[in-house]
């Protein structure tokens, strides 16, 4: 079976500006691939010639096999396309919209009704429809806009930045329906600049930064090559140090091991969630006053930064923009409690 | 690499392999079926914004109103005379001004990413233009009929039969059909609604008021006169005369034709060109 879609070499330039310098990129058929980067780095140049709007200088362009560069017109009926902006018809109603978008795509007038109802049922604007696109909410837009981009039952779907903007649980409910769409075997290619959605999504992720790969691979593999987890512990007093280091080293080995002048400890440790009730009590008994005690384990956020950094082929200056990072706290009464990710 | 195209029209989860419904290239009927389709979008768009068909039909009585009630004594001694005078002009006048729409609707639509979504369809390409472009000549019928009504209202008296007023709407509809591709242009080409509505009005007050729409040409001097006689709206102006108040056609329609022509040729191509190259 053909990859659904395969890119080599891919190079754009606009003007002075190498939007996509060499670009490689594969995603097997039923997949959900995450493409990250920040601003500029060239995720939506990707995804405009991925669904035949734009041309690349040259590169070629595989969508379930068929050459996307020499036969758009056969890629289009294989793929859906959700842009980064709602591209729905504010002065139509949710139902005309695909209704419209049906017939475009060459099904008959009573199919055409059919699919425009059953998909404004199944993103749960049925109550919406007859009403003007202009007064739904962003969620309710971008849903509709998601549903317009499964009209035809593409095999293809390229989401551009899905919930950019979008309130936690109009997010939560796109999130679903990319679950569902990939459930039922459909390829999907996703650009985020939240760490998290690929997280939670992806099957595998592809950083993205000025035109190229900067690094690829699942969302645990990325993880873990920032790091395994640590263990920090802050202490109230940055002078009971050494009688700290004694404790913790006696609970959780000889693992590499740095401190701040802060009272700071951080250590590298397997398994730290089960070492912290122990930790915690040695700690205790030795009267050292603990600020704060916590598992932290890498984000993808770290990997994203890792990997974007200043001097890995990354201009200083860009602006990821990404949520702090994450930090597990875990405090010494629940630290039995394994986490949930 | 093997191609395998998988079906699309297939809803089951098995789907057979190689029924995909490709779409060929010269698939003139399919062409026309999406211009309709979307011709329809304007029309239902029409519909809707109520405030659209008020400045339709609003705008051709207020410059009826205004012209010969205002001026039409001055310039022709009474507002009869000049109803009859300028009436066939406000006619053109009224679609060249509603074609400005055209150009604004494309340039939201290229902006708003709409045409990305049909542009990623299997669609022919240059459906979305044709669809809107024959949307709003439609459109224009409104505003034709808001022409002749309230005309017809204040004292306006066809001279002529029903078959030459047919033919006046026919070439005024023509020259809108061709004048809305010189909008189109400006639509596809540049970045904010806003500022295609402001160089369309800048093009459409010399084309308009710069001919025999309103006043003779004799009464002018003599290097405006050189103006309005070169220009296509004078020629569009007396041919709608001809053929709603009497007077000679011929010459005039076959010169309003051969400019209509002369606007597709040129800009139909370069819109196209332009809207194919900007993504």
Same mark, same amino acid.
């Given at each position: 079976?053909?990859d659904a879609i395969?890119?080599e070499?891919?190079h754009k ?13 594969t995603?097997?058929q ?7 980067g920040?601003n ?10 991925l669904?035949?709007?734009l041309?690349p200088?040259s590169?070629s362009?595989?969508v379930c ?5 020499r036969?758009?017109?056969r890629v289009?009926p294989?793929?859906?396309l959700?842009?980064q902006?709602?591209a ?7 139902f ?9 795509a060459r099904?008959?007038r009573?199919? *055409?009704r059919?699919r425009?109802?059953?998909l ?7 109550d919406?429809?007859?009403r003007l696109?202009r007064?739904?909410?962003?969620g ?5 806009d998601?549903?317009?981009g ?5 095999e293809?779907i390229f989401l ?8 936690p649980r *109009?997010?939560t409910?796109?999130?679903k329906v990319?679950?569902?769409?990939s459930a039922?075997g459909?390829t999907v290619?996703?650009?985020?600049q &939240?760490?998290e ?7 595998t ?6 035109g190229?790969?900067i690094?690829?691979?699942?969302p645990q593999e ?9 263990? =920090?512990?802050?202490?109230q ?6 009688r700290a =280091?004694?404790v913790?080293?006696?609970v959780?080995g000889?693992?590499?091991?740095s401190?701040d002048?802060?009272?700071?400890i951080?250590v ?7 070492l912290?009730p122990e ?6 008994a030795?009267q050292?006053?603990v600020?704060?005690l916590?598992v932290?384990?890498p ?5 994203f930064?890792?990997?974007t950094?200043?001097g890995?082929g990354?201009?200083?200056g ?6 702090p ?11 039995g ?5 | 690499?093997t191609?395998t195209i998988?079906p699309?029209e297939?809803?089951s ?8 419904h ?6 003139? *009927? ?7 389709t979307l011709?329809?979008?304007?029309l239902?768009k029409?519909?809707k914004? *109520?405030?659209?068909?008020i400045?339709l ?9 205004m012209?010969?009630y ?5 310039i ?6 000049y109803?009859?005078?300028?009436l @066939?002009g ?5 679609v060249v001004?509603a074609s400005?729409?055209?150009?604004v609707?494309?340039?939201?639509d290229?902006s708003?990413?709409?045409?990305d979504?049909f542009r990623?369809?299997?669609?022919s390409?240059?459906?979305?233009? $044709?669809?809107t472009?024959l949307?709003d000549?439609l459109?224009?019928?409104?505003a ?7 005309? $017809? ?8 039969n029903v078959?030459a ?5 026919g070439?005024?509809m ?7 591709w010189v909008?189109?242009?400006l639509g596809v080409?540049?970045k904010q609604p806003r ?9 459409m007050?010399p ?7 309103f ?5 002018m001097?003599g290097?405006?006169q050189?103006?309005v006689?070169?220009? @296509?709206?004078t020629?569009?102006?007396n ?10 056609v ?5 010169v309003?034709v051969?400019?209509a ?6 800009f139909? @191509?370069l819109?196209?060109?332009? &809207?194919?190259r900007r993504?």
């Open positions: 079976m053909p395969a890119v070499a891919l330039r606009y003007g002075d500006v190498q939007a996509l310098d060499g670009l490689d990129l995603v097997e039923g997949a959900v691939m995450g493409l990250l920040p500029g780095a060239g995720k939506t140049t990707v995804v405009r010639i669904a035949t709007l041309r200088d590169g362009v595989r096999g068929v050459d996307a560069l036969e758009p017109e289009r294989l793929i859906g959700t842009g902006y709602a729905v018809d504010e002065k139509l109603t949710g005309e919209n695909l209704r419209m978008l049906a017939r475009l099904r008959g009573t199919e *055409s059919d425009a109802d059953e404004l049922a199944e993103f749960g604007l049925a919406a429809a007859g696109v007064t739904y909410s962003g309710m837009r971008r849903r509709l998601l549903a317009a499964l009209i035809a039952r593409p293809v551009d930045e899905p919930t950019t903007g979008l309130d *109009s997010r409910a796109i999130w990319v679950a569902d769409l039922a459909t290619l996703l650009t985020t &939240y760490l959605e690929a997280d939670r999504l992806a099957h992720v592809v950083v993205v930064d000025h190229t790969v690094g690829r691979g699942t990325l993880k873990d090559r920032v790091g395994g987890e640590r263990l =920090e512990v802050r202490l007093d940055a002078g009971q140090y050494e =280091e004694r913790i080293r006696g959780v000889d693992g590499p091991c401190h002048d802060e009272g700071r951080s590298a440790v397997a398994g730290g969630a089960m912290m930790l915690a009590r040695e700690l205790h030795a050292v006053v600020a704060d916590a932290r384990r984000t993808l956020d770290d990997a930064f890792a990997l950094e200043p890995e990354s201009i200083s860009a602006d990821p923009a990404p949520a990072p994450e930090a597990e706290h875990v405090t010494a009464v629940t630290a409690r394994t986490d949930q990710r | 690499m191609t998988r699309t297939d809803t989860t098995h789907k057979p392999e190689g029924t995909a490709v779409p060929r290239k010269s698939d003139a *009927s399919a062409m026309v079926r999406h211009t309709l011709t329809w979008r304007s239902v029409l519909k914004q *109520s405030e659209q068909l400045d039909t609003l705008q051709p009585i207020l410059f009826l109103v012209f010969v205002l001026f039409g004594g001055a022709e001694g009474s507002t009869h005379d109803l009859q005078f300028v @066939p406000v006619l053109v006048q009224t001004f400005v729409g055209t150009g609707g494309l340039c939201t290229m708003t990413g709409v045409f979504r990623s369809l299997p669609i390409r240059i459906a979305p233009l $044709t669809g472009v949307g000549v459109r224009f019928l409104v034709v009929a808001s022409v002749f009504v309230f005309g $017809t209202i204040i004292g306006f008296r066809f001279q002529t078959f007023v047919a033919a006046a709407v070439l005024v023509l020259f809108a059909f061709a004048f809305c909008v189109a242009l080409t540049m500022s295609v509505q402001g160089v369309s009005f800048l093009m007050f084309l308009t008021f710069g001919s025999n729409l006043a003779k040409t004799s009464t001097p290097w405006l050189a103006w006689k070169v220009n @296509p709206i020629a569009v102006t041919a709608s005369r001809g053929l709603l108040t009497g007077g000679p011929a010459h005039h329609a076959t309003a051969i400019w022509f002369a606007l597709m040729v040129v139909i @191509p819109t196209l060109r332009q &809207y194919n993504v």
